[in-house]
């Protein structure tokens, strides 16, 4: 009988600490973004990558005129 206090016990104790996680992780703007989840399949990675590294680019040199 004491096993089952004891399992019961960390059951609870484990519980607890997903709870104070969940309550964290929204605290911390973890699921603010609703939108993006739902067009990013649409979006071609290709084109992004290109896109991130021409962007890239351009600041480098932007911030290496005097």
């Known amino acids: 009988m004491s096993v089952m206090y004891m399992l019961i016990t960390l059951s609870l104790l484990i519980a607890a600490g997903f709870l104070i996680s969940f309550i964290v992780a929204i605290k911390n703007g973890q699921y603010d973004d609703k939108y ?31």
């Not at 739902?38 to 005097?66: G, H, I």
């Open 36 to 66: 993006t989840p739902s067009v990013r399949m649409l979006f071609d990675d290709e084109l992004l990558n290109k896109s991130k590294k021409a962007s890239s680019k351009n600041t480098t040199k932007q911030n290496q005129k005097p």
